[in-house]
């Protein structure tokens, strides 16, 4: 796909980290963006500069994006691209040890729950909204493509470490309905990928010291860095123009492979 101004896209988690920095980098395609996000204070700004609109949306109602879409779509026309970034991260072992009488409590199911459903199911809910606007459009290309649909996952999918049972549960999700996902949607030119990022710089991060980011950096092999948000999105990028890539899952982590803590 050409990304041109007649081309609109709708990213979810745009007001910061991966969506924002994917935000940034359609919009400086020409490509007109719709924020979605819970953060106004961040996400208006960002919106106003890059020419876009905001809205504030909860990727786990229901009502809050088709209200969010319909404003979206409202502003710039039925999106061809979708970008999912919105998610949530909440470290607990599947049992902890009660210190005081030594009894095993295991994992509530309101947290386990709230990734999952944040995740997993509102990046479920968002594919199958996009994918019926997209799926009444006329085609933008001579393959007769409608549009692209950009999923994150994590290398958390494959190799979760101890304390991610919830995280890497919802991403694993992720991970695993790309192609069922890509073969329902291919009659319609529609495309589909999903990102597996390693240890990337957004604000997860935000709580941790110096001296753990730099631990976390130096088990990376190459480059021993945290991965750069502008690095996410300029994949993400890549997967809307180049039309052959469709159904796959890409790990962009440096040869990371995850300890188990």
Do not use: W
């Amino acid at each position: 796909m050409q990304l041109t101004k007649d081309i609109a896209a709708v990213v979810t988690g745009g007001a910061s980290g991966l969506g924002a920095a994917t935000a940034r980098a359609l919009a400086g395609k020409g490509v007109r963006v719709a924020l979605l996000d819970l953060n106004p204070g961040l996400g208006e700004p960002l919106a106003k500069e890059l020419g876009g609109v905001f809205v504030k949306a909860d990727v786990t109602d229901e009502a809050s994006i088709d209200a969010a879409l319909a404003a979206a779509r409202k502003a710039h026309g039925q999106e061809r691209i979708l970008v999912n970034c919105a998610g949530i991260g909440i470290a607990k072992r599947i049992t902890r040890r009660v210190k005081e009488t030594g009894a095993f409590q295991p994992h509530d199911l309101a947290t386990f729950a709230k990734v999952i459903h944040v995740n997993l199911i509102g990046t479920f809910m968002m594919m199958a909204k996009s994918a019926a606007g997209m799926q009444t459009t006329e085609p933008v290309t001579a393959d007769g493509e409608r549009g692209v649909m950009i999923c994150t996952s994590s290398v958390a999918a494959q190799d979760g470490q101890i304390g991610q049972v919830a995280y890497s549960a919802s991403k694993g999700g992720v991970y695993s309905m790309t192609l069922p996902v890509a073969r329902d949607l291919a009659q319609s030119g529609i495309r589909v990928c999903t990102i597996l990022p390693g240890l990337f710089l957004t604000p997860m991060f935000d709580s941790l010291s110096e001296e753990a980011r730099r631990s976390l950096a130096a088990s990376v092999p190459f480059p021993a860095r945290l991965g750069s948000p502008t690095e996410y999105a300029a994949l993400a990028v890549h997967i809307c123009e180049n039309p052959m890539l469709n159904g796959e899952c890409i790990r962009l982590d440096g040869a990371l492979r995850m300890a188990p803590r």
